[in-house]
Structure formats: C-alpha cells, structure tokens
C-alpha cells in the first residue's frame, strides 16, 4: 500500500509505503504504514490536505478501478475544550439576573500543561438566540492569578463580530487580533463578551450534556460576568483554539495505564491504578467499528490488571476503549501472532 499526502496549494508533502505481505485468497489482513504522517504546529501547516491510498498487487486484478481511494481533511488550530459537541440545551448570561446588561460575558477556564499559543475561540450559537435589534459578541481570554484573580484586562481580544441569524445553529470562530502566549501551569477563561441585550436580544450559547460539577469538591469551571464573576454550573460550548498541542495525555497519567505487550502474539493486558470506585467497561472493536469484545471490569482498591486474549482474532490492529462514568481513553492494539 501507497500513501501520499498532498497539501492545497504545495503538492506532495508525504509519500511512503508499506512492507509487502503475502495475503491468501478471501483473507483479511491490516497494511501498516510505520512512519506516520504528522503535520506540523506552524501557520503554514494548516490548510486542506488529500490522502490517496493505492494497493499494489503480484496477481491479475479483475477489477484494478478499486485499488485506489482518496479521503481529504483539514489541519486547523488544536481545539481546546471542556465539552464533547452533544448540544443538549444552551445558556447565557440572561439565564442569571446579575448579569443581563451590555457587556456581559460568559466564559470557560482552561488550564495548560506547557506553553501555547491561543489563537481564536470558537462557540455553537444555540437556535433561541435572537438578532433583530442588533446582537454583537468579541472574544476575550483573561489570565487567572496564582490567588485565583480574574485579571481586569484579557491578554487577548478578537474583533467586534455581528450577530445574524445565518449564525444561528452553527459554530463561529473569533480570532484574536493578534494570537496570545500561554505560560505553562497557568489557568485562563476564554470567554464571549455581549452587546445588544439592553436592546432586548438575546445570546444563548449551545450547552453540552456533561456534567460541569460532578461533586462538590471540584473547583468551578464556568462563569459569567456582570459587574463581577460568578460562577454558574452549566457546560456552554466555547472551545480556545491553540497552535500546538495543548497538553499531557491526562488519562494515561491519571491513572498510570499501560498497555503490553504491543504488538501482542496471543494476549494484551491493561494495568491502571488509582482508579475512581466505579465500573469500567472495555470495548475491542476492529478497524471496521466491529466490536470483538466487551467486558465490564470493577477495580480492587483503585486497580485493574486485565487480560484480554487475542488468539481467536485475525492478525491486524484494533481499537480498545477504557470507559468509565466522566472519561474514556481508545488506545490501539497491534496483533501480530
């Protein structure tokens, strides 16, 4: 298998192939290509690019037209975000009476691992907004002091944006002015500042099905502005876009988990530990989305050691899904008997 990746506007920008594998007649296997394609964290990486896979083959084909297949995707900022895009409901700052006025605002804390660059926010404009008498929002991104102070001016501010209702039911993205740095163990809100509520229209951002608060000792997340901060408990879809990666894999380092051997021959096994008190669920399904096995596993004082067999699965790769109640990983297992 051949794989070539092009970039709008640049040409070829990766070409690489697989090894050659002997492959019976009506069998199945996985072609895999080790050298992975990555783009870059730079302006200039971020664009429209094609993927085109072409299978090559000893034999006669009879149909040789189905050998090759394209698939295209974009490279844009990293998004940043506290929610998964399941619109469940919205919210503004009109839902709470110390903030409906001109200049409201209504935002979301993100903290980084490393240093960043903050580029733009992006929100889901919920369909109950309103735009008649003219509805204007600008991006802020505020920079939280070590004693948890909001600070009086943001760091970075996109331009004036009019609401219309083309926008309503869809995601908008506000880029900065000029694009901010983050510092490493830092805590920010992005958030939307409002005009045109002392108008009487209305700025609902579309809200996520998580739960923001899931128990008392969480710090809170979510705030809108009215002459001071307050802290609500809703999840409203406002995602801080960033240039590189914004962070660790915060499951793999939570809960200390590994997966070996990978490549497996016959089995694979899952450790974790300091694990929350609840049930997990793990999922193996092949590339095709099929699920092979699924099995629900309780943790003995924080703790999983689990053995999954593999010997009664074709060669190739699959996926394997940690679930708990709040959080899932997909790692992916390599089965080469």
Request: net charge negative.
């Amino acid at each position: 298998m051949n794989v070539d990746v092009a970039k709008a506007g640049s040409g070829s920008v990766y070409n690489e192939s697989s090894p050659a594998i002997t492959l019976p007649s009506a069998a199945t296997d996985t072609l895999e290509i080790t050298t992975p394609f990555t783009p870059g964290a730079t302006a200039s990486d971020l664009g429209d690019y094609t993927f085109t896979f072409d299978i090559q083959q000893t034999e006669t084909d009879e149909n040789p037209g189905d050998n090759m297949v394209t698939a295209e995707f974009k490279v844009t900022d990293t998004v940043f975000a506290r929610e998964y895009g399941v619109l469940g409901s919205s919210v503004g700052p009109d839902n709470y009476t110390c903030c409906v006025a001109d200049g409201s605002e209504i935002g979301l804390i993100y903290e980084f691992s490393k240093a960043d660059m903050a580029r733009s926010i992006s929100f889901y404009i919920a369909n109950n907004t309103t735009t008649a008498n003219g509805l204007t929002v600008f991006a802020n991104l505020y920079k939280i002091s070590i004693n948890g102070d909001f600070s009086s001016t943001p760091i970075a501010q996109s331009d004036i944006f009019d609401v219309t209702s083309n926008e309503v039911n869809t995601w908008v993205t506000l880029p900065f002015t000029a694009p901010a740095q983050v510092d490493p163990d830092s805590t920010y809100v992005a958030s939307l500042g409002i005009f045109g509520l002392d108008a009487g229209d209305v700025l609902r951002v579309g809200e996520d099905l998580t739960v923001n608060q899931p128990e008392a000792s969480v710090a809170p997340t979510t705030f809108v502005y009215g002459g001071a901060w307050y802290w609500i408990p809703n999840v409203p879809m406002i995602r801080l876009n960033t240039t590189s990666t914004v962070g660790v894999d915060e499951i793999t380092e939570r809960f200390n988990l590994n997966l070996y051997p990978n490549p497996a021959t016959d089995a694979v096994n899952v450790y974790a530990n300091t694990l929350p008190a609840e049930p997990i669920t793990l999922t193996l399904t092949n590339l095709l989305g099929e699920v092979v096995m699924t099995r629900t596993v309780s943790p003995i004082m924080g703790q999983i050691n689990e053995r999954i067999a593999l010997n009664n699965l074709d060669n190739g790769i699959y996926m394997l899904r940690m679930q708990g109640a709040d959080w899932e990983k997909t790692m992916k297992v390599v089965h080469n008997r």
